[in-house]
Every structure is written in C-alpha cells, then in structure tokens.
C-alpha cells in the first residue's frame, strides 16, 4: 500500500530517467493523468498512455531522449500540505523550471496559476 501515490510516480521517474530506461509504468489515477498531462505539455515527458481496464489500469510513460539531469521534487506531503496564495508563486530557477499545482481549477502550472490569478497546493517541483 502507497501512502503517497504522487511521489511514488515521480520516484519512478526520477529513477527510471538515471537508469536510463525509455519507459516507465505506474498505477493510474485521476491526478497523476493531469500530472503527466502538464508534464507532457511542457515537455519534461515525451508522452503517456493509459493501458488497462479497472484496477489493472496503469500509465505508460514514455521518457525524453535528453533526459540530462531533470530534477524532481516532491513539496507538498500527506503529513505536511504546503498551499501558497497567489502572491507567493515563484520563478523556478530563473524560468528553466516549474512547480505544479493542484488549484481549484484543476492542476496547472505556476505559470498559468499566475496568469489565472490563483494559488493552490504546491505538489513538486520540476527542473
């Protein structure tokens, strides 16, 4: 049992782009399909697929071929939410990264949080 599905998915990614495989397989759900939507949006992902039906259900993903020290971080955790208000967003090292968010709007971008005039709960950091 995973008490923290979202680092889990990123832990898989994170080590399957140091042992330089080209795709990486996690259980599915709901907020790791917009995580990898907005990953894939902002091309730190090649792409991703959804194989299966019901609990067999999982996601493919499949690496970028320069996957030359992507760091991911994982901010907000079960046993510490981490939320930020509008105001607070920051640039991730001088625009080259992002943090995702999950606001009431769906998961996005610090970017595009910026731009909607909204804050949420920071999940992780991607540079």
Not at 43 to 71: C, H, S
Not at 74 to 80: F, L, N, Y
Request: with cysteine; proline share 2%.
């Amino acid at each position: 049992m995973h008490t923290d599905p979202i680092a889990d998915l990123l832990t898989r990614i994170r080590n399957a782009g140091k042992a330089q495989h080209d795709v990486v397989r996690a259980p599915y759900s709901t907020i790791k399909e917009a995580i990898l939507k907005v990953m894939k949006k902002m091309k730190f992902i090649e792409a991703y697929k959804v194989e299966g039906e019901g609990i067999a259900k999982e996601v493919v993903i499949t690496l970028k071929e320069d996957r030359t020290q992507m760091t991911i971080k994982r901010i907000s955790k079960p046993g510490q939410r981490i939320y930020v208000k509008k105001d607070q967003l920051r640039v991730i090292k001088s625009g080259l990264g992002i943090t995702i968010l999950s606001t009431s709007k769906g998961i996005m971008t610090n970017l595009d949080a910026h731009r909607e005039g909204i804050g949420g709960e920071l999940l992780c950091e991607i540079y």
